[in-house]
């Protein structure tokens, strides 16, 4: 049992209104992980407080001895701690940081949702898979996005840089997420009508979807082989993300292992852009990652994710 009392979002906003008001710096404060879940109405309970910052360096024992003096008064257990500690984190995280607000002189921002997602994903939990549904939930990312920001990473996690993670057992925990997500049952209403000049299909088009997948990946293979797939078949890679069909998915498949198409960034990116899961365990699937290996190496190292 805990000698703190858990976090709420009446106390998380106790301890960061004492914080502004009592450290008169300027800084950042990243709120991390579940605390930052937490602050967003995303959860509704912490059992400490997961923050990083950035203030001045002359100004960072002042810091640290507000935040452990509001830690004993509050009875509250407090963190100084980044998912960076934990994960090599993607490209773009700064970018991503999201801005909460300001007390007194501090601004408050909820830590990269995607490198937060990543550093759950890592740790394999059945609570921490929880939260970054949260944060799929909320618009915040996506499971393309996730497949991307992973595969990305992976180099870097097997040279070392990440904590008690394997490139093997990150994969499989992201695929474990990957398949809680619930179908997206009303996905398609959300789409814009009027993307390329085509309209959301309905779900039982997947077969004919399918063939047309395979037709259109059979001319680009007899004119252009080896064109990167985003280049050439943008609107059979639409209908992949809209259609939201197995049996897309599975044409999908079939020609990413073909080998005669090379595998561009664009597919992730496209993905990425309907929040399709499907397409993004496809791309998981261990032929295709072989596949997508085999495609680099005779390229010589051309056409990456």
Do not use: C, W
């Amino acid at each position: 049992m805990s000698l703190y009392d858990p976090v709420t979002p009446a106390r998380l906003e106790q301890f960061l209104t004492r914080l502004g008001r009592e450290y008169r710096e300027q800084g950042s404060v990243y709120l991390v992980g579940g605390t930052g879940l937490l602050y967003q109405q995303l959860k509704g309970l912490t059992k400490d407080v997961d923050l990083t910052t950035r203030v001045l360096p002359a100004s960072q024992d002042r810091f640290g001895e507000v935040v452990r003096r509001l830690g004993r008064e509050l009875n509250m257990a407090i963190e100084v701690v980044s998912p960076a500690d934990f994960i090599p984190l993607p490209r773009g995280a700064e970018e991503r940081h999201r801005y909460l607000g300001r007390q007194g002189s501090l601004d408050l921002y909820a830590f990269d949702p995607v490198s937060t997602a990543l550093a759950k994903i890592a740790r394999g939990r059945a609570g921490d898979y929880a939260d970054v549904r949260a944060l799929v939930e909320a618009g915040q990312i996506t499971g393309a996005q996730l497949t991307a920001a992973l595969e990305e990473i992976l180099p870097r996690v097997a040279a070392g840089e990440a904590l008690k993670i394997t490139p093997d057992a990150f994969r499989t925990h992201m695929t474990e997420f990957l398949e809680s997500l619930p179908a997206p049952e009303h996905a398609l209403d959300a789409v814009p009508h009027n993307v390329a000049g085509t309209h959301p299909p309905s779900p039982d088009l997947g077969d004919a979807l399918a063939t047309e997948f395979r037709r259109r990946a059979d001319d680009v293979r007899a004119a252009r082989p080896r064109t990167p797939l985003d280049q050439v078949d943008a609107a059979a890679l639409r209908d992949v993300a809209l259609a939201h069909s197995e049996a897309t998915a599975h044409a999908l498949r079939e020609t990413l292992l073909d080998g005669s198409v090379a595998l561009d960034a664009g597919i992730i990116a496209d993905a990425d852009r309907y929040a399709d899961a499907t397409v993004a365990r496809a791309l998981l699937d261990p032929e295709v990652r072989q596949a997508r290996g085999a495609h680099q190496r005779d390229q010589g190292g051309g056409h990456g994710r």
